[in-house]
C-alpha cells in the first residue's frame, strides 16, 4: 500500500476532531463502481471520502471501507442529508439509514446537503438543531452545512448555539467565493471546495495551462494545490486509477504569491452547479 496519504495535512474544525485536507469524492459515480474506485482511492493513500445520500452509493462506501483492512478510525466519511428529509423526524429516520448504508455506528461528518430556502417554510435552521442532536449522541462526530450562503450562516448562527464545523461549497477559480470563505473563516468554520476544478473547466484556461507548464504539473494538479494554499479542503473525483494518483501528488511543490493570485485573478462569480437560493430538488 502506497504511504502518500502520510503526506496529506489535516484541518483542524472548530469542533476538535481533524479531517485531511484531501480527499475522494464519489458524487456520480454509479454504486455499481463506487466499491471499486473507493478501494482504489484507499490503496493509493486517501483516506477522506465524501458521500451523500442523494448519491445513492453510501453502502459501497462502507463495503468498501470495510474490506480495505483499515482500521475504521483511519477512514474519515462524509454524507449528507437528502433534500427530501429536512423535517426532523424524516431526518433522523434518513441519518439512521446512513448508518446502516455504511455499516457504522458513527459519521464523522454529516452535512445538510443543501439549504432549500424555498421549500420546508425556509426552516432549515429546525433540521440543524436535530443534526446537533445526531452529534450530542455520538453518532455524528461533527456536523455542518453544504451549499450554504452567508444569510443563511447567519440565519444558523442567530437560531443555534452549535457553530457548523464545515461549510461545503462549489469553489474554483472560476468561483472563488471569496465572500463565503472570508465569513466562514472569520466563525471557524472550515470551507470543503466541492467541484474543485469546475468540472474540468479552468483546466484549458490558458493561465493555468501555463502555470502548469512552467511548474512542470498538471492543470489539475495546479488548481488543486490553490486550494490546499489557499485552506479548502478538497476531494476530486475520478474513477481513472492514474488521474487519481496524480491528484494527491501535490504536497511536494507550491505555488508563490504571485501565481495564487494570478489564478485567484480568474474569478468569475460562474457557477456550474445551481444557485443555494433557489434550488429546489426533491428527489423521487
Request: net charge negative; aromatic share 8%.
Amino acid at each position: 500500500m502506497n504511504d502518500r496519504h502520510a503526506a496529506v495535512p489535516a484541518v483542524i474544525l472548530n469542533d476538535g476532531h481533524a479531517i485531511p485536507q484531501l480527499g475522494f469524492g464519489v458524487f456520480q459515480i454509479p454504486p455499481e463502481d463506487t466499491v471499486a474506485a473507493v478501494t482504489t482511492a484507499l490503496d493509493i493513500g486517501y483516506r477522506h471520502i465524501d458521500t451523500a445520500e442523494m448519491y445513492r452509493n453510501e453502502k459501497q462506501v462502507g463495503e468498501a471501507v470495510a474490506r480495505s483492512g483499515l482500521d475504521r478510525a483511519d477512514v474519515f466519511v462524509t454524507s449528507k442529508l437528502n433534500n427530501g428529509f429536512h423535517r426532523p423526524d424524516d431526518a433522523r429516520r434518513a441519518f439512521q439509514a446512513t448508518l446502516d448504508a455504511l455499516a457504522s455506528d458513527y459519521v464523522d461528518l454529516f452535512l445538510i446537503h443543501w439549504p432549500l430556502p424555498t421549500l420546508y417554510n425556509g426552516d432549515f435552521a429546525a433540521t440543524w438543531e436535530v443534526l446537533t442532536e445526531f452529534q450530542g449522541d455520538g453518532r455524528a462526530r461533527s456536523i455542518g452545512v453544504s451549499n450554504f450562503q452567508v444569510h443563511h450562516l447567519e440565519t444558523l448562527l442567530v437560531t443555534s448555539g452549535v457553530v457548523p464545523a464545515v461549510n461545503q461549497i462549489e469553489v474554483h477559480p472560476y468561483l472563488t467565493q471569496q465572500e463565503v470563505r472570508e465569513y466562514d473563516a472569520g466563525h471557524q468554520i472550515a470551507t470543503e471546495a466541492w467541484s474543485p476544478i469546475a468540472q474540468g473547466e479552468v483546466l484549458d484556461d490558458p493561465a493555468i495551462v501555463a502555470l502548469a507548464r512552467r511548474l512542470e504539473r498538471s492543470a489539475a494538479q495546479v488548481v488543486l494545490r490553490w486550494h490546499i494554499q489557499r485552506g479548502d479542503i478538497v476531494f476530486p473525483k475520478s474513477v481513472t486509477p492514474s488521474r487519481m494518483q496524480e491528484n494527491i501528488e501535490i504536497f511536494d511543490f507550491s505555488l508563490d504569491p504571485t501565481e495564487m493570485n494570478q489564478i485567484s485573478d480568474l474569478n468569475r462569480d460562474e457557477r456550474t452547479g445551481p444557485d443555494p437560493d433557489t434550488f429546489d430538488y426533491v428527489p423521487d
